[in-house]
């Protein structure tokens, strides 16, 4: 089973550079996330998505957007990335939001904005 | 300030010796869950802790849900090389959407 996938797995960016984060998922789940992971802050949302066509924002949303086109994929996109974007970008999904339903992580994209 | 805070930061031992890792919260959760990270994986989750009091044991690893369901630990017996990683416990914010929020993490290391 391939479960979550993500590209592309390392990518460099120069400032104000765009790019566009791919995530697909084969588990039929309704929900998808993106996180980013910086060290000693865990995961922090990004946005996320409840159903093919639907998008919120979550924690930290501001120089990102995202589409949900298709229930299987999740797209990241950053207009104009900026240093403060080199992160490590992860995508997630689940059956349900909350209580016991956990989360299926991809291995995730590390970005460098330079 | 993180809803979940995680003790230690950083964890050092010998194999075999035994450890106990912290999540903590002002708040009450429903439920609180343990995920493990490997260097260049996201986040596998280990178990899910919903009744207060609540213990789950996998293999060597004990997990507690406090009775006032503000805290978790996961405690590790006779640590391996195997164990080594990210920590990360996890749970949905009350009041205040849906989706999970994670704690900083534990990273631990298992020297051999």
């Known amino acids: 089973n391939a479960g979550v996938t993500q590209t592309p797995k390392f990518r460099v960016l120069k400032t104000g550079q765009s790019m566009t984060l791919l995530c697909a998922q084969d588990?039929?789940?309704?929900?998808m996330y993106w996180y980013r992971q910086d060290p000693g802050m865990g995961l922090r949302l990004i946005h996320y998505?409840?159903?093919?066509?639907?998008?919120a924002k979550g924690e930290v949303p501001d120089g990102y957007n995202v589409s949900r086109l298709k229930k299987q994929n999740f797209l990241l996109g950053l207009e104009s990335a900026a240093p403060s974007q080199t992160s490590v970008y992860f995508c997630?999904?689940?059956?349900?939001?909350?209580?016991?339903?956990?989360?299926?992580f991809g291995s995730g994209t590390r970005l460098t904005v330079v | 300030t993180q809803l979940l805070e995680q003790s230690p930061q950083f964890l050092s031992i010998q194999e075999g010796e035994n450890l106990t890792v912290y999540c903590n919260s002002s708040?009450?959760?429903?439920?609180l869950q343990w995920y493990r990270q490997e260097p260049g994986e996201g986040p596998v989750l280990l178990v899910t802790?919903?009744?207060?009091?609540e213990v789950k044991k996998l293999k060597r690893l004990t997990f507690q849900f406090g009775d006032a369901r503000k805290d978790s630990s996961l405690h590790i017996t006779a640590a391996q090389p195997g164990d080594t990683g990210l920590y990360l416990c996890?749970?949905?914010?009350?009041?205040?959407?849906?989706?999970?929020?994670f704690g900083g993490g534990t990273r631990l290391m298992v020297k051999p």
């Open positions: 802790v919903v009744t207060g009091g």
């Open positions: 997630a999904s689940s059956y349900f939001a909350r209580g016991t339903y956990g989360y299926t």
């Open positions: 708040s009450v959760f429903s439920s």
């Open positions: 588990m039929n789940h309704e929900y």
């Open positions: 996890a749970g949905p914010p009350p009041d205040a959407g849906n989706m999970l929020t």
């Open positions: 998505s409840v159903g093919e066509g639907t998008t």
